[in-house]
């Protein structure tokens, strides 16, 4: 297998909340569609898709666009923006598209009280038309709980729909960057703060609020008939979010968005974004619709909790994440996204290999920047953007919003993608090369000071201030499996846009 990097779509693609599934002798990857310096989620307005052979994920495919916002009569709402989809192939052989529709052009429209959307198509990543709504045996909108993040599965024939949504007091903190919101501990304050949101944010009123037992937020389980778009069960709730999730298995990791659902070895296992809102869990069940329990977090994208990481220690800018799990060629992988371009609107897709144990559990995993490899990387020229760590120390957590912080962080002008606003402090990691020996590192840089780059701690270059990119050299020992780190000490800010790694000639 050939290398592959982090993120392993072009560096000028922005596919987050990514499910990826095998069909026949391919993996495709379908997700929401970001734009470069968006002002928003999935602005772009559409999906597209991607796909790579089975023996080769280095080789992925742009398979042109599969749907557009305009092609959901919904969209003449005022609703133009595509959120997180999954694709499942019917009984009747065709694959359909499940996703929600919200915000965009008008300010107001929400998701959370609007049905899911269907749209069909004969081949995976095809052209999809819009087939309808779910919806209730009567035909009207199936709007129980809140339906937002479907995703299904094909349990031997039996169609399965996860959804759901849930607040996140972390994200809700995250919208003030770094504002902290705490609940109040009176459970009847509490009760009544929350039947306020589910009003006004959730566009429920008082009288069908009191048609549930219980909160309409958390994760939820139903049925479709063969239509692929009727309720034929009623939906059954198969995780709390973080209000109710007290005394559970659950606790300290409720349910707040990201819906997926995987069937291995005759167990479910249902991957989520938990409260924490930068991490992806799962929840393990022999059932499909109950007795879920805590699994573990699969990867936070910021390394938070990998060996104990703390969050005050996170090793990037983190905000939201989506993806799943996959197998190719008998290999397990996650699926998930980073933030870039200096906000939560730009977000990239990333993937890492993961191991099961005996007991059918998954330990962390880190972000590491050969992802999707058969191995670790080898000398040859990188983009500077693979960097899988990219901190000032202190990075911020931020949800919905352009970040206003000071921090390094990978940008896109033109055709360039890069990293920039590197000052004082800051430090990019690549994990993990697999390198003996004396090497050239060659790292290609702008600069508006001067300074010094540290490669590993251990050997530096001095850095003058130059109009354009700028080539420095510098000899490194490598010694097997190793991380290369670049960090920098002096005045002003540097853009890195490459860097290249070659064996030193002998003399």
């Known amino acids: 297998m050939k290398v592959s990097v982090n993120p392993f779509l072009p560096l000028n693609e922005y596919i987050p909340d990514g499910e990826p599934h095998v069909f026949d002798d391919r993996i495709y990857l379908f997700g929401s569609h970001d734009v470069a310096n968006g002002s928003r989620y999935c602005e772009a307005g559409n999906y597209v898709c991607y796909s790579a052979p089975l023996d080769d994920l280095s080789d992925w495919r742009y398979e042109g666009e599969i749907y557009r916002n305009e092609d959901d009569p919904l969209c003449k709402e005022g609703f133009s923006d595509l959120y997180a989809p999954d694709v499942v192939k019917g009984n009747d052989g065709r694959y359909y598209l499940y996703y929600t529709i919200a915000g965009g052009v008008s300010a107001t429209a929400s998701g959370h009280n ?13 052209r999809y038309q819009f087939h309808g709504f779910v919806r209730n045996e009567d035909g009207s909108p199936f709007l129980r709980y809140l339906p937002a993040d479907p995703a299904v599965i094909n349990d031997d024939g039996v169609i399965r729909m996860y959804y759901g949504w849930g607040l996140s007091m972390v994200a809700a903190g995250a919208h003030s960057q770094r504002r902290e919101v705490k609940m109040p501990r009176n459970r009847f304050i509490k009760r009544m703060m929350l039947r306020a949101v589910e009003t006004r944010l959730f566009g429920r009123t008082t009288k069908e609020l009191k048609t549930y037992k219980d ?13 692929m778009c009727t309720v034929r069960s009623e939906p059954k709730k198969i995780v709390e979010s973080q209000f109710f999730s007290q005394g559970t298995s659950f606790e300290g990791h409720g349910f707040y968005e990201a819906a997926s659902i995987r069937k291995i070895n005759d167990r479910y296992y249902f991957i989520y974004s938990d409260e924490n809102s930068a991490s992806l869990s799962y929840a393990i069940s022999k059932y499909p619709d109950r007795d879920f329990e805590y699994g573990g977090v699969i990867i936070n994208n910021g390394d938070v909790g990998y060996n104990g990481r703390k969050k005050e220690d996170r090793l990037n800018q983190t905000g939201n994440n989506h993806g ?12 998930y996204h980073r933030q870039t371009n200096h906000s939560t609107y730009s977000r990239q897709a990333c993937a890492e290999k993961v191991f099961f144990d005996e007991n059918g559990k998954i330990s962390q995993v880190e972000c590491t920047s050969c992802g999707l490899s058969d191995g670790f990387l080898k000398e040859g020229e990188y983009p500077a953007a693979i960097a899988c760590n990219l901190s000032n120390g202190h990075m911020p957590h931020i949800t919905n919003a352009i970040c206003d912080e000071d921090i390094p962080y990978i940008t896109q002008k033109d055709d360039e993608v890069y990293i920039t606003n590197f000052k004082d402090g800051c430090f990019a990691v690549y994990k993990y090369f697999d390198l003996s020996g004396k090497y050239v590192l060659s790292v290609m840089i702008e600069t508006d000071s001067q300074g010094t780059l540290f490669i590993n701690e251990d050997e530096k270059i001095e850095l003058r201030k130059n ?14 499996k190793t991380a290369l780190k670049l960090s920098y000490k002096g005045e002003g800010s540097i853009d890195i846009l490459s860097f290249e790694i070659k064996r030193e000639k002998e003399s």
């Open 215 to 227: 909160d309409v937020m958390g994760a939820c389980h139903v049925i479709l008939d063969d239509d």
């Open 114 to 126: 609007t049905p899911i959307r269907v749209a069909v198509c004969d081949t995976p990543s095809g």
């Open 467 to 480: 109009d354009g990119y700028q080539r420095y050299d510098v000899s490194v020992n490598f010694e097997g």
């Open 324 to 335: 799943s799990l996959e197998c190719v060629d008998g290999k397990w992988y996650i699926f």
